[in-house]
């Protein structure tokens, strides 16, 4: 039978799986409706990748993407609030 620890680590596996397929696929259609100009929809799907993208940062503990995915997200809201 499995520990509490291991269903634990069993679950936030599969949790960083699915968010970070999720926020992939999310970006993609972002990157799609760039594409056909889709405005502001691509804005708001890109948002959402890079949110989950921030978050799996949060999970996995790097700092790296999590600074990465915090700058895109500020100079994403500061683009939008400027225009």
């Known amino acids: 039978m499995p520990s509490?620890?291991?269903l634990r680590r069993q679950y936030r596996e599969?949790?960083?799986f699915m968010v970070k397929w999720a926020a992939s696929a999310i970006q993609i259609m972002g990157y799609t409706a760039t594409g056909f100009g889709w405005t502001?929809?691509?804005?708001?799907?890109?948002?959402?990748?890079?949110l989950g993208w921030f978050?799996?940062?949060a999970l996995?503990?790097?700092r790296a993407l999590m600074l990465?995915?915090?700058v895109a997200l500020a100079a994403m809201?500061?683009?939008?609030t400027s225009g």
Do not use: E, T
């Open 40 to 50: 502001p929809w691509n804005l708001y799907l890109f948002l959402i990748g890079v």
């Open 77 to 80: 809201i500061a683009g939008m």
């Open 68 to 70: 990465v995915h915090l």
């Open 60 to 62: 996995w503990n790097d």
């Open 14 to 16: 599969r949790l960083v």
């Open 55 to 57: 978050a799996v940062g």
């Open 4 to 6: 509490d620890l291991a």
